[in-house]
């Protein structure tokens, strides 16, 4: 291999010098039809009971394939445990069927490009047909042909209340491709279904809106007891490179390959180092001209203009994007962009599908129009359950990846957004008629995005060449009880516009859906991102879950942006190396005496921002290794005070800091601490259990305050530029 493997300049590295690696549960599991999902290594047998993948250019199915299950319709999280079955290709039933294009199904007039069609009983989309607009009534049925490639265009709507079926995992579409195009549309002209004003309802509801089909916002449209289904090939989304590629070099490995196939279009995400200017624009797009599936080996057409690291376990690696699909739902061009949305007791259930090209933007709006986006579940409660989004990539549309709003237990598995505007990945509710006073039951539950990567994010703007507006996130899981992300993947957000306020690529928001405790977040990772890698912002006393086995390095600003008021949340083996500012920053004090806020952590820096409150409980630090990267490891903001009292130890203004590190690991020749000026004289920083080579006749306990706060006892230290006085 001749690009980035996974030689030494690869690898992060401990104080000794060690490779870091990541922990935790493979990353690269692909799920079935009822949420399973299989070891990355594993390949199903071809002729066994899981099947195989059939070749692209043929519309034969394995005959070995087995099927897939039904999830449950309460459950939004998937087992982990069993490998999936690989679900079969679909058979054409013995009898005969209407096709869309025979004259007769129509009452003997072909369809044309003002066709507007009500579809009756059971048509089969076996051809190329250009209409108007569907419509599929309760009790009615369009079936994608299994054994005939077919295209529908349509220059209005798509409107299901009966049955839409483009496969389902156990009876999938094998056959070239099978695509529902959108043509003519004007993403100026799209009305959405915009928030009304306040009208009294502030008693603790947020506005339910009715949806109304608009002639405008050309898309699918699943209403009333509607189901739409699609089911391709099944095909992994993305993995994360285990061999890299860079220019000069094609070769590529990746954890798992499953479905991949000569020609699918491919995206790499940028593994740059922060110093490296624009160092989260680095993607390459490009073509696969082999794969060997059982090895996860990829050959590409052309190679990489940018390096791309890859290794088995290390931290610097990035990911691999599978675009293609044989099931396909998209826009004509890139000129304007219908949408997909499922609301009443719709129900939507993809599976191994591609969505291009989707989601319509309104320039000087700054997102509109509202409620549109490629997939957007709109205020089902829990009419949503039951409802999946698995193995689909959804990409080169101008607004959002896939919104879930006040709509429960949606299946989110392996799901891969790339290119587009706004928020990618949202669950939210509306909360702008009852603020603080909403009640949380409508807040998106039971859904926590599972192995979801979003990249090349950008903030809207108001017009072209103006500033941006406000900030973006990659993911934004801002729902309520069990939702959060499990293995989640954010790169290239906020690409135009860098950080603003407290958001990050992957953002804990309150967004008016409350502070849950039943919440998720772990085996994640942000690298190359613009602004903040991670954020969260709620003040709540309640007691999440630790965020465990996180990652994020090369972000331009903080890696961990941990901030609000206060709060009890806890991160647990977190990796934080090459952010552009800290590697960990912390603004929000400590709410719960017995959790650490850090333990277990691998940094190149920690630095403590200006709080927000008084604290009454220090901010613990355990157990925290430096790599040695930064000097001094351990920093805080150094302003002078302003408006306030620096001598009050309670000051609301100028707010003291309160830091407790346990056994903090520092290797020899940095500087541990760099105490120096601090906008209250009453901040202090406790040291417990500490050794360091180059500090040997140090205490193992010992504070340090502002060197004019000469508590008794202690004495001057010209390194920390801080009094320290033993404990």
Not at 326 to 344: K, L, P, W
Not at 552 to 560: K, L
């Amino acid at each position: 291999m001749t690009g980035v493997g996974c030689g030494d300049d690869n690898k992060p590295s401990s104080p000794n010098n060690e490779e870091v690696h990541q922990s935790g549960p493979d990353a690269s599991t692909l799920t079935d039809a009822g949420g399973n999902v299989s070891d990355s290594g594993t390949k199903p047998d071809a002729g066994g009971g899981t099947g195989g993948t059939p070749d692209s250019g043929s519309g034969t199915p394995d005959a070995g394939g087995g099927t897939g299950g039904t999830p449950d319709a309460g459950s939004g999280t998937p087992d982990a445990g069993s490998p999936p079955p690989v679900g079969q290709c679909g058979q054409e039933p013995s009898q005969a069927a209407r096709s869309f294009c025979d004259p007769a199904t129509w009452g003997g007039q072909a369809p044309t490009a003002s066709s507007a069609l009500v579809v009756s009983g059971e048509v089969v989309m076996d051809c190329d047909a250009e209409v108007r607009t569907v419509e599929i009534p309760a009790g009615a049925t369009l079936r994608a042909s299994r054994s005939k490639s077919s295209k529908l265009t349509l220059h209005g709507n798509l409107v299901v209340r009966g049955t839409l079926d483009y496969g389902s995992p156990d009876n999938r579409v094998c056959v070239p491709s099978a695509e529902i195009v959108f043509q003519g549309m004007d993403d100026a002209k799209f009305v959405g279904t915009p928030n009304q004003g306040p009208d009294g309802n502030v008693q603790g509801l947020p506005q339910m809106l009715p949806l109304t089909v608009v002639d405008s916002d050309y898309g699918v449209w699943v209403m009333g007891s509607g189901k739409l289904t699609a089911a391709g090939r099944l095909k992994r989304a993305w993995s994360k490179l285990t061999d890299g590629a860079g220019p000069g070099d094609t070769t590529l490995t990746v954890m798992e390959a499953t479905g991949w196939e000569a020609n699918d279009k491919v995206v790499l995400t940028p593994t740059a180092k922060s110093s490296v200017a624009n160092h989260f624009l680095q993607f390459d797009e490009g073509a696969i001209s082999s794969v060997d599936e059982a090895t996860g080996r990829v050959t590409l057409k052309a190679a990489p203009k940018f390096d791309h690291a890859g290794c088995p376990s290390c931290v610097r690696r990035g990911e691999a994007i599978n675009l293609s699909r044989n099931v396909v739902i998209r826009s004509f061009d890139t000129s304007a962009h219908a949408h997909m949305i499922v609301g009443e007791k719709g129900r939507l259930q993809l599976d191994s599908v591609e969505l291009r090209a989707l989601g319509p933007y309104k320039a000087c709006t700054g997102g509109e129009p509202q409620r549109r986006a490629p997939i957007y579940f709109h205020q089902q409660l829990n009419d949503s359950r039951g409802s999946f989004v698995r193995h689909t990539s959804i990409w080169g549309g101008k607004n959002q990846f896939l919104a879930i709003e006040a709509s429960h237990g949606v299946e989110v598995v392996d799901d891969a957004g790339y290119d587009t505007t706004g928020d990618g990945f949202t669950m939210q509710f509306d909360s702008h008629a009852c603020g603080t006073r909403c009640q949380r039951d409508y807040a998106p539950a039971d859904t926590v995005f599972r192995h979801v990567l979003g990249a090349k994010v950008a903030i809207p703007q108001r017009v072209s060449g103006c500033a941006a507006i406000g900030s973006v996130s990659a993911i934004l899981p801002g729902g309520g009880e069990n939702t959060g992300c499990d293995d989640c993947s954010v790169s290239g957000n906020a690409y135009n516009g860098g950080t603003f306020g407290n958001e990050a690529a992957l953002f804990f928001g309150e967004m008016g859906t409350g502070r849950p405790s039943a919440l998720v977040f772990k085996d994640s990772v942000a690298h190359n991102n613009a602004g903040h890698g991670i954020s969260n912002w709620q003040n709540s006393e309640k007691t999440q879950p630790p965020y465990d086995n996180i990652q994020t390095w090369s972000n331009a600003d903080n890696g961990i942006h941990h901030g609000a008021y206060t709060n009890g949340y806890e991160y647990i083996n977190l990796i934080a190396q090459d952010n552009g500012e800290a590697d960990f920053a912390v603004i929000a004090i400590q709410s719960d005496a017995s959790r650490s806020r850090l333990e277990n952590a691998t940094l190149d820096g920690f630095r403590t921002l200006p709080y927000f409150l008084v604290p009454t409980l220090p901010v613990v630090i355990k157990n925290a290794k430096f790599t040695g990267v930064r000097n001094p490891a351990i920093t805080q903001v150094q302003d002078a005070c302003s408006g306030g009292n620096e001598n009050d130890p309670n000051d609301g203004t100028c707010i003291r800091n309160w830091l407790h590190f346990d056994n903090p690991q520092v290797p020899k020749g940095v500087k541990p601490f760099l105490f120096a000026n601090h906008q209250n004289k009453f901040s202090v920083w406790e040291v417990r259990n500490f050794k360091h080579a180059d500090y040997p006749t140090l205490p193992a306990n010992f504070d340090l305050y502002r060197k004019d706060n000469q508590v008794a006892g202690g004495a001057y230290n010209a390194d920390f530029d801080a009094w320290l006085v033993p404990r």
